[in-house]
């Protein structure tokens, strides 16, 4: 089973050798600038076991200080130094402070994993919490408004099955989603990103757009950084917080470059949609990047195909792009392009405008089935992985 270790390194060239040797049992975290509370957190929201921590002796004082406090507060958490071996003073440093060993820059993989492995049987197995809210997201490699469509209305679908849900649209162009629902925001992406420490139910509550039904939107705005420019650490804590607080998070990643950060959803979502079209130049660019993500490793075994704006006439069918995509197909909907279009001009749901189209029945039985209410939805061809019991 894939691991998640927890690392803070002197420099990023120590950060890739330490990923480099671990690749085949995890990933490695990169954890920012080193504060107690943050690695807490980290710890917390991923469920890590092991922390690695590179010594040196200009900072030695406040990194053994980092140990003894990490160990104080979560002592069944195993650290391992990392530094210069020929350093007696760094060895000697971090057993006092409590390390479990210590490993010395470049060292060989097998004795890197072997150490790992040998901690592994010796940690608590940790287990997710079963109220954490489950993560879907939907992706499709080139910028696409009616993934705004799409995304915004299986959340309210889900919502309306009386689960707390948030609808997080960071698909490119930014802003579809609020625009579709015919909502504003003053409080974005960015913002939210600025204040994870503050991350609670009166946050929420005060600064998160609201649709009449209830569910929550928290958009990525024009103005907000680029995705890719944020640190898998600050986005597990930001996730580790909202699925605190939402059963359900259905997040929109349309048109978003590869990127540590994109992956990051990806591995993490309970359900992954690949959202495409007919379109054969489409499907070849999101081939593409889906066959560098399975040669890299990324967990996609809880993927599967959407085929949008289908049109029954036109070659590929449906059969067809599940084969080429070796993903099985969810759900195929219908053009509509009048309904879409008009929905989208009021700022109003399809399931107000047209709730008796095609394209509106679907889009709710689909947003029954990923919030598992299998009597309001048809038979699922795709269920819901079954969580191994402890």
């Known amino acids: 089973m894939s691991q998640t270790f927890l690392a803070l390194t002197r420099n990023d060239a120590d950060l890739e050798w330490l990923r480099g040797s671990l690749s085949s049992l995890g990933e490695v975290l990169k954890v920012g600038h080193g504060a107690l509370n943050e690695v807490l957190s980290l710890a917390d929201v991923t469920g890590a076991g092991l922390l690695f921590v590179g010594l040196d002796r200009e900072n030695l004082v406040a990194q053994s200080s980092l140990i003894e406090g990490v160990l104080e ?96 649209d960071l698909g490119l162009p930014p802003g579809e989603g609020l625009a579709t629902l015919g909502l504003q925001a003053s409080f974005n992406f960015a913002d939210a990103m600025r204040n994870i420490r503050r991350m609670d139910a009166s946050l929420i509550d005060s600064a998160f757009s609201q ?4 569910m929550r939107v928290l958009s990525q705005a024009a103005k907000d950084q680029p995705l890719e420019t944020a640190t898998a650490a600050e986005l597990y804590l930001l996730l580790g917080a909202l699925r605190q607080h939402f059963q359900f998070i259905v997040v929109n990643l349309a048109g978003q470059p590869d990127s540590e950060a994109l992956r990051l959803f990806v591995s993490n979502a309970e359900r992954l949609l690949w959202c495409t079209d007919q379109g054969v130049s489409g499907c070849q660019r999101n081939l593409e990047l889906l066959a560098n993500w399975r040669e ?92 191994k019991s402890a």
């Open 211 to 214: 649709t009449a039904c209830g």
């Open 73 to 168: 507060a979560k002592p069944m958490l195993a650290i391992v130094a990392l530094g210069d071996g020929l350093d007696n003073q760094l060895v000697l440093s971090a057993m006092r402070a409590g390390a479990r060993d210590f490993i010395a820059y470049g060292a060989r993989t097998s004795e890197v994993t072997g150490l790992v492995r040998h901690l592994s049987r010796r940690m608590p197995s940790l287990q997710p919490s079963p109220q954490a809210g489950k993560l879907i997201a939907l992706y499709c490699r080139q910028q696409d408004i009616d993934a705004s469509v799409i995304s915004s209305h299986l959340a309210l679908a889900i919502s309306q099955t009386s689960q707390t849900t948030l609808l997080l």
């Open 296 to 387: 890299a490793g990324l967990k996609l075994h809880n993927a599967s195909l959407l085929v949008d704006r289908y049109m029954p006439s036109v070659a590929p069918d449906s059969e067809t792009l599940g084969k080429t995509f070796a993903l099985p197909v969810i759900e195929v909907l219908p053009s509509s392009p009048e309904v879409r279009m008009s929905a989208r001009n009021l700022g109003r749901s399809l399931f107000d405008v047209a709730p008796r189209e095609r394209i509106s029945k679907a889009l709710r039985q689909l947003g029954c089935l990923l919030a598992e209410r299998r009597k309001d939805a048809r038979a699922s061809r795709w269920p819901w992985p079954r969580r």
